[in-house]
Structure formats: C-alpha cells, structure tokens
C-alpha cells in the first residue's frame, strides 16, 4: 500500500512569498503530524492532528504559521511571509489511533522548503 | 519536560565491526524511547522502540538497543556493521500519555568503511 506522501518534494521562494506544502497520509490514519527538520537537527514537533482538528499545536513558532486538515485526511501546511530562517525540511508522519497506546508514526519523505 | 543527547554527531566505523550509537534521555516521566534511520532523500523509518517490556530491545536489520533507568541510557548496537547501515539515525523519547509526541535527538551519522 502507499506510505505517507509529500508534495512537492522541493520547493524554492522568495523572502516574503507564501507557500503551501501537502501531505497526504496513509489511508485510514487519523492522527498526522508535521516536523521540521533543520540541517543538522532533529525533526522539531510544529502541529499535531486528530482527525479534523488541531489537538496540540504548541510547536508552531509563531503566527506565519498554519496548517488545516478539513477532511480528515489530506493537510495542509501554509506559511506566510516566508523567511530565510524558514528553510528546513518539512515532514509529515500519519499513525493510526488506539486509546491508550502508542502507534508507531510513518514518515513521509519531506518537502525541503528553500527561501532565498 | 524531555530531551534527548546523542553523543557524536558522526561515528565511523568499518565493515563487519561493532556498531555502538550513544543516547541519553532526560524525561520527567517514565519513558517511551525509539531509534529512527534515516536514508538519503527517504523519510524516518521506525528501527526500534521500548515501550517499558523487555529492556532489551530488537530492532529490524539487526540492530538491538538496552534501556537502562540507571544511566539514563538507550544506546543502540549491531554486532557487525554492513555498508547498506550508512545513514543517520535518530534517537527519541516521548511521554507515555497522550499523542506519544516524540521528541528527537539530533541525529548521528553512520559512516561504513569497506
């Protein structure tokens, strides 16, 4: 079956342009997560997700920052105003959800977010 | 609060020799901790995971890692190091309750000589 998509796998912009990035999960997740991953860091946690709505997004860095999941399945992450200090890898991970236990997250390759 | 050390950001190692990646966690709560790999231009693929079973745990491709409470340790090995295990990995330790957030250390290099 298909894993966890991104799209697109690259994307290059200007400072002060906005951007989008999709992620496409693995049908049936309803838990989707988005990371990013700067060069020579760990992916750093930014939202999580819980079917439609937002359950924790206490790793947004600041308001520039969203990201939507109308449906439940494809999301979307927008960042507005773009700075230089946004380039990083974006990740996007899916897990199926079971009460009281942990789900193994699966990985989407990543959306390297340059801005020049 | 939690946090994750990783002891050198490369290791270097040759074919067929030990593999020996270091991780210290700090966690307010008991933990969950995991290894992740992660190949050239491919996302973050689960190796292993404790989720307070074994202490010793086994990972895919042949990788095992030991929790040990006392040192505050999940350090991961392989007996014997193959060229295809060049990649980086990542430690990580999440909290036991709720989304299973984790968070991650920042990553080792494995280099594989021949």
């Known amino acids: 079956g298909a894993g966890v998509s991104q799209t697109p796998s690259n994307k290059v912009t200007e400072k002060g342009k906005y951007v989008e990035l999709r992620c496409d999960p693995i049908s049936g997740h309803t838990a989707l997560y988005w990371y990013r991953q700067s060069l020579g860091q760990g992916p750093e946690f930014l939202i999580y997700f819980q079917g439609t709505g937002a359950a924790d997004d206490s790793g947004l860095p600041n308001d520039r920052f969203f990201a939507v999941r109308p449906e439940g399945s494809v999301s979307t992450l927008k960042i507005q105003r773009t700075e230089r200090g946004d380039s990083a890898v974006y990740l996007c991970?899916?897990?199926?959800?079971?009460?009281?236990?942990?789900?193994?997250?699966?990985f989407g390759p990543g959306t390297r977010l340059t801005v020049l | 609060a939690q946090s994750v050390t990783q002891l050198g950001s490369h290791v270097s190692v040759s074919e067929g020799a030990l593999v020996l990646l270091r991780c210290n966690y700090s966690s307010s709560v008991p933990p969950y901790l995991f290894w992740y790999v992660q190949y050239p231009n491919q996302g973050l693929q689960l190796l292993l995971k404790y989720t307070s079973a074994a202490t010793l745990v086994k990972g895919i491709n042949g990788f095992e890692a030991e929790f040990k409470k006392s040192e505050t340790s999940f350090h991961l090995t392989k007996p014997s190091a193959h060229m295809s295990d060049a990649a980086e990995y990542f430690c990580?330790?999440?909290?036991?309750?709720?989304?299973?957030?984790?968070?991650f250390g920042r990553g080792t290099s494995l280099i594989v000589h021949p």
């Open positions: 990580a330790v999440s909290g036991r309750r709720g989304s299973y957030i984790p968070t």
């Open positions: 991970a899916s897990s199926s959800t079971s009460r009281g236990g942990y789900n193994e997250q699966f």
